[in-house]
């Protein structure tokens, strides 16, 4: 089993913000199988799929993203699951917009819902899908920019590349996580 999350903030408050484009990411994958998010037995969303003879399991954590870890420990203990299964999609600050990158281990560098999840999982090898969202308008506070609304001057920008991360998962899936980080992470979407 390989499980999928995708990091973002529950709410209508921050629908809409950067902080969400990994839960986007993994509801766009949700829709593209056809298949249905439904409340799971704690804090998170979650769809079953098989694709390419393996079972996947595609989860958005309804905690706040400073809690990510606690969904996704829970549902790893429960299917005995190691950090090797999982891929996390979050939105990252230190990337441009218009970039994503595929990487297979490394630090959270100071995502706070990654950071939950290297802390709660004592692993920082885990995969994971960065979604730049560094733009030329700047907020002076991080945590204010992160949690602003994407302007509608970038909201065309943001839907592309939310179907190219998207891509992405779907490519890393069907031929392997190499082959994605080769053609993904060299490509700008913007």
Same mark, same amino acid.
């Given at each position: 089993?390989?499980?999928?999350?995708?990091?973002?903030?529950?709410?209508?408050?921050?629908?809409?913000?950067?902080?969400?484009?990994?839960?986007?990411?993994?509801?766009?994958?949700?829709?593209?199988?056809?298949?249905?998010?439904?409340?799971?037995?704690?804090?998170?969303?979650?769809?079953?799929?098989?694709?390419?003879?393996?079972?996947?399991?595609?989860?958005?954590?309804?905690?706040?993203?400073?809690?990510?870890?606690?969904?996704?420990?829970?549902?790893?203990?429960?299917?005995? *699951?190691?950090?090797?299964? &999982?891929?996390? +999609?979050?939105?990252? /600050?230190?990337?441009?917009?218009? =970039? @994503?990158?595929?990487?297979?281990?490394?630090?959270?560098?100071?995502?706070?819902?990654?950071?939950?999840?290297?802390?709660?999982?004592?692993?920082?090898?885990?995969?994971?899908?960065?979604?730049?969202?560094?733009?030329?308008?700047?907020?002076?506070? *991080?945590?204010?920019?992160? &949690?602003?609304? +994407?302007?509608?001057? /970038?909201?065309?920008?943001?839907? =592309? @590349?939310?179907?190219?991360?998207?891509?992405?998962?779907?490519?890393?899936?069907?031929?392997?996580?190499?082959?994605?980080?080769?053609?993904?992470?060299?490509?700008?979407?913007?």
């Amino acid at each position: 089993m390989q499980l999928i999350v995708g990091l973002g903030n529950p709410g209508r408050r921050y629908s809409g913000t950067w902080h969400n484009l990994g839960a986007r990411t993994v509801g766009t994958v949700v829709e593209r199988w056809k298949e249905l998010l439904k409340p799971g037995k704690g804090e998170f969303l979650y769809a079953d799929a098989r694709r390419h003879g393996g079972k996947i399991v595609l989860l958005i954590p309804t905690s706040y993203m400073n809690r990510s870890g606690g969904p996704v420990v829970e549902w790893m203990n429960y299917y005995r *699951l190691d950090p090797s299964d &999982l891929l996390i +999609i979050y939105d990252d /600050h230190d990337l441009p917009l218009g =970039r @994503i990158r595929l990487r297979e281990t490394g630090s959270s560098g100071g995502h706070r819902g990654m950071d939950d999840i290297i802390r709660l999982t004592g692993s920082e090898d885990i995969l994971r899908l960065r979604i730049g969202i560094q733009t030329d308008r700047e907020r002076t506070e *991080l945590s204010h920019q992160v &949690l602003s609304k +994407i302007p509608a001057a /970038h909201t065309a920008h943001v839907d =592309r @590349i939310i179907d190219i991360a998207a891509d992405a998962v779907e490519m890393m899936i069907s031929e392997g996580v190499t082959v994605a980080m080769n053609h993904f992470n060299r490509m700008e979407i913007i």
